[in-house]
């Protein structure tokens, strides 16, 4: 995994309360764990799309790197609670008033045997903490395929003399 810190912010303006944008930052520990660290809560209007992995839900934003659509509340509700039993996300004192355990509750399950969830009140910060840990848990999933793929590539080359041909 790349040991730089990469910096986030979630712009979300579709959901109660106004359109704010929360910045986050991906950082790596000695021993190689990526954790999530949330950091602050600005207003909608972000300038610093050039320093900044984007996520929204507006196509209307000119760029952005991820789009968080509604019908990925549940894999994003999956993803938060997954990195706070891994205890991989830290909202700061500043944020806790986003943490969407207060917020959501079970509410039954679907005819498919999902959970269904009472997400009245669910404002742009709760979204904007989903979908951050949503585009985390993707790139923890992509930086662990792409490190099996490089240790792939540079085993083949040491097992294998220039030019040898290989068949399965």
């Not at 712009?11 to 602050?40: M, Q, V, W």
């Not at 909202?91 to 355990?101: A, H, K, Q, T």
Request: net charge negative; with cysteine.
């Amino acid at each position: 995994m790349n040991d730089d810190v990469i910096d986030l912010c979630a712009s979300i303006g579709h959901y109660a309360e106004k359109p704010l944008s929360i910045t986050s930052a991906i950082t790596t520990e000695e021993n190689g764990r990526a954790l999530l660290l949330f950091d602050c809560a600005t207003e909608y209007d972000f300038e610093g799309k050039d320093k900044f992995i984007l996520i929204t839900d507006s196509t209307i934003s000119e760029e952005f790197d991820m789009l968080f659509k509604p019908n990925e509340f549940h894999e994003a509700l999956e993803a938060y609670h997954e990195l706070k039993v891994r205890d991989q996300i830290d909202l700061g004192e500043e944020l806790m008033r986003f943490d969407i355990s207060q917020n959501i509750q079970p509410n039954g399950v679907t005819d498919n045997g999902k959970l269904q969830y009472d997400i009245d009140g669910l404002s742009n910060g709760n979204i904007a903490i989903l979908a951050t840990c949503l585009y985390f848990i993707r790139y923890i999933k992509n930086a662990g395929v792409l490190e099996a793929c490089t240790k792939f590539a540079e085993t083949s080359k040491s097992l294998y003399e220039p030019g040898t041909i290989l068949s399965f």
